[in-house]
């Protein structure tokens, strides 16, 4: 083959017949024109690594002799996946019927969305790395990964995302507040998907706090949030003081629309205002093409899409899934404060909206036979200390009648613990129509 060039993929699966569909793929990868299949290791089982509980998978790794252009065998490895009954849909580290990844393709080092060469985290799995060493693989020197650049002057931040723009790069945005956890990796993910650099800011925002003590007793984690933004090849983390984003004389405020009414804001006053002066000062320094949000605050983001429209705000705004735990509970920085009993209690809010939404599938349309046995199952839990559970439309977040006529949404807020008063707030909401996952 003329202008051949030695690339080597990554080989995966963990539904239906796992050997039976890398096979196939393998099988026809060589039949492609330009493409030769030159060794396959052996196929072994794996733990799943990240993403929901799920089964084993069975992984290894092939080397190719190819003269395609490595945009083109990894098109062709994306249809071979969807051939084999992958959704191209699906979030990242979910179960899936094949998983193709072009690992290395001769020397060449690249930097984009959705290709980036060698792959960024092959040196971290074994699952990876033992097969690749059985075939001949002479492993490339590693990309450092863990030089993150880390800005916290807002000055600074504005002049390197306006040179990555002036590049042509895409840039994704994921606002936190730190104590990462695999909900913030899911979205980091996500713009990694679909931008050439991410952009991650930490900073625990005190105009969103109604109290000094919930502040302070916020969780943080810096070690372990390095880990998850190497992890996730984050590219720039903005930390700046509390004095950088709000200087002496700050005074100004958001004040935000209907979307900040009721559940949340009935409780915590003030809460929308400050996160929405947090974010819009966040993304114009940041000026994103697609900026990250997750669907477990969903009130927020409602607020937050109505600001993105006011104000004109850059680029997109994206809604991710809720990332959960096996169990059901919704992963939050906040789980960390449940001790004890509290976890296992914390499962009840789960419940309930699960149990609103099998009755909303079941037929049932009445606004008050939807919510009475969630609230009786919230009421069993002694340590639950219900706030609101509500029925809104999806999404919208408008208030519904009685009888349910649009895809409805369940919402609702409690406090985990022996009193309301010394227990863990928790927030979680589930889509009830039939698509919802
Ligand atoms: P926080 O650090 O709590 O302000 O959250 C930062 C972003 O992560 C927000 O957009 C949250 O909605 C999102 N997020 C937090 N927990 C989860 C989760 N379990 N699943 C998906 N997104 C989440």
Request: proline share 6%; glycine share 8%.
């Amino acid at each position: 083959m003329a202008n051949q060039v030695i690339a080597h993929i990554g080989l995966g699966a963990n539904l239906g017949d796992r050997e039976a569909s890398i096979r196939t793929a393998l099988e026809r990868l060589g039949d492609t024109p330009g493409v030769r299949i030159d060794a396959v290791s052996t196929l072994r089982e794996t733990d799943p690594v990240g993403g929901p509980p799920q089964p084993k998978f069975l992984n290894g790794a092939a080397r190719l002799e190819t003269c395609l252009g490595p945009e083109a065998l990894l098109e062709i490895m994306h249809v071979l996946e969807v051939e084999a009954g992958r959704d191209p849909e699906d979030p990242p580290n979910h179960p899936r019927m094949l998983d193709l990844d072009l690992l290395t393709y001769g020397d060449l080092r690249i930097e984009k969305k959705g290709l980036q060469l060698p792959h960024p985290r092959m040196w971290d799995r074994a699952f990876v790395l033992q097969p690749l060493a059985e075939i001949g693989c002479r492993l490339p020197d590693r990309v450092d990964s863990s030089q993150i650049e880390e800005i916290s002057e807002p000055a600074q931040l504005v002049a390197r995302t306006a040179s990555w723009r002036s590049e042509g790069l895409k840039i994704g945005f994921v606002p936190t507040m730190g104590a990462l956890h695999e909900g913030h990796a899911s979205l980091m993910r996500l713009a990694r998907r679909d931008c050439d650099r991410l952009v991650v800011s930490i900073f625990v925002n005190p105009l969103q706090f109604g109290s000094e003590k919930d502040l302070q007793t916020y969780p943080n984690s810096p070690e372990d949030d390095r880990a998850i933004l190497r992890q996730e090849a984050v590219d720039l983390v903005f930390t700046p003081s509390v004095d950088a984003l709000f200087p002496s004389g700050f005074a100004s405020k958001i004040s935000v629309g209907s979307e900040a009414e009721g559940m949340e804001a009935a409780s915590r006053p003030g809460h929308f205002s400050g996160v929405a002066t947090v974010v819009a000062r966040l993304w114009l320094l940041v000026n994103p093409h697609c900026a990250y949000f997750g669907r477990k605050d969903a009130q927020q983001f409602a607020v937050l899409r109505r600001l993105h429209v006011d104000l004109a705000l850059s680029g997109e705004i994206l809604a991710c899934p809720i990332i959960r735990d096996g169990d059901g509970l919704a992963l939050s920085s906040r789980n960390q404060h449940l001790r004890g009993d509290d976890r296992q209690a914390a499962t009840v809010l789960f419940k309930a909206l699960n149990r609103c939404r099998e009755l909303y599938l079941a037929g049932e349309r009445r606004k008050t036979q939807l919510l009475t046995p969630a609230l009786e199952l919230l009421a069993a839990e002694p340590r639950c200390h219900l706030d609101y559970l509500e029925l809104r439309a999806a999404d919208s977040l408008d208030e519904l009648g009685e009888v349910i006529e649009m895809p409805p949404q369940a919402l609702l807020a409690a406090v985990i613990g022996e009193s309301s008063a010394s227990g863990t707030r928790l927030i979680d909401n589930m889509l009830l129509a039939a698509e919802a996952g």
